[in-house]
DNA sequence: AAATAACTTGACCGAGCAGTCAGGTTTGGT
DNA sequence: ACCAAACCTGACTGCTCGGTCAAGTTATTT
């Protein structure tokens, strides 16, 4: 580890590899992505620091010595598992593009980022975790991607205002909100099930979050028209 | 610590007491509250297993002992810090009272809870953290005391819905979503400020941020009309 | 089937950790 | 002035941690 020069995500990758790199390395990239998938909920539990090796090494069904044969270091495992998640962060917010109706768009994005909540929980408090102690770990990933995306998904909501498709509002605010809200369910589960009286959240809870934060939006952006109800 | 039976609030409190326990007891406690103080960011940044004894030290300004001699444990000193949170959290939520004209009282709400996202923005991450680890601290504080404040809050929203007030929604989820949007802009600030490109949220942010919760909260719910735009 | 690279592992190590303690100092009561 | 009790602290301790390593085993290429 004292000759390589620096741990850029290349050279993570490039841990075991010699000059014939051929089936054997798939082994190898079966057992890393297993362990990535198995490290996620005790980094989501525990944190960073509060995750030993060996507890990581026994969710992974890996010896220590093996796990820092594959990683190197603790904060490499977890800087692959947040690289991870990413990808998934980036992907949400597909349906929001220039061709869609603002209200199918945010009703599919509420859909897909409550999906996220109820399907891969532990990714989304590995994050939040992570954004809650700094982000030291993805200053670069917020800056520039996520940026760029916000960027993106910012234009797209002027583009809906513009046309007159809904109200005049700040669309990255909006977009705040909208993580905060679908995320909500997820990194904060056990605040919600603890009020509510029941033992874990499902189905029920979700989708009444899910209706709710639908309202909020479309009406508060003047996309839905107000209820039915008076008036 | 081998003879106390159980680590009750009363029992911390208690920790340093003798029978004359009069004004000398004052300095002590100017100096755990001080210490407490002086804590919560350390806790907010590092949470409670990356929180070393030396770093909660320095923070304060106190020997690594002398922390020992006022809280014991590092995990009582947690507790603490924790608990004089608590208190500011169940007192958010004043302005939501019968008396209330809903418009008033969220806008009320809306805009302490983002005081305390602004002004204790480490003891809200302290309080994000605890619950992101699956709030096994505090349990019990969210099944009693959080759950019969949150109950008493959402039968004063089912009586304004009763009264036409407002439309009809799910009280309990209105609520998790106010949480999710005021403190976001504590908990993730490092993620909003990265992505508007500034290095710290200022007023503006708070300022953009208030407005469209509020836009969000009281066109959803039916308070306030859409906008005055078109149709 | 021999050679070689990839992979696995138990045993080991030094650093840093929370917590202890004996002995000193300060403070308030009398 | 004297005495306890409260308060303070440097030095110490046992332990857990992340990381290393040499000696294995397994798989693949030729």
């Known amino acids: ?56 090494a026994a969710a992974t069904g890996l010896p220590r010595a093996n796990l820092h044969y594959h990683f190197g270091t603790k904060e490499n495992l977890y800087a692959q598992v947040l690289e991870n998640i990413l990808a998934l962060w980036l992907d949400a917010s597909d349906s929001i593009h220039p061709g869609a109706e603002p209200g199918t768009a945010f009703r599919a994005y509420i859909a897909a980022k409550l999906s996220y909540s109820r399907d891969r929980p532990f990714a989304s408090k590995v994050f939040a975790n992570e954004i809650l102690h700094g982000a030291v770990h993805l200053r670069s990933y917020l800056g520039l991607e996520l940026r760029r995306k916000v960027d993106e ?79």
């Open 1 to 56: 580890m004292q000759d390589s020069a620096q741990d850029s995500p290349e050279a993570i990758a490039a841990l075991p590899v010699g000059k014939a790199a051929g089936a054997r390395q798939n082994r190898s990239v079966r057992i890393v992505q297993r362990s990535l998938a198995r490290a996620e909920p005790v980094f989501a539990q525990a944190g960073l620091a509060g995750a030993t090796m060996a507890s990581l």
């Open 153 to 231: 998904k910012a234009a797209v909501i002027e583009g809906w205002i513009a046309q007159g498709k809904m109200d005049r509002v700040d669309p990255r605010h909006l977009l705040f909100l909208l993580w905060a809200m679908t995320q909500t369910y997820a990194d904060f589960d056990s605040q919600i099930a603890a009020v509510l009286g029941v033992p874990a959240l499902g189905a029920e809870q979700f989708a009444a979050g899910q209706a709710l934060i639908v309202q909020l939006v479309l009406r508060g952006c003047g996309i839905d028209p107000p209820s039915p109800k008076e008036r």
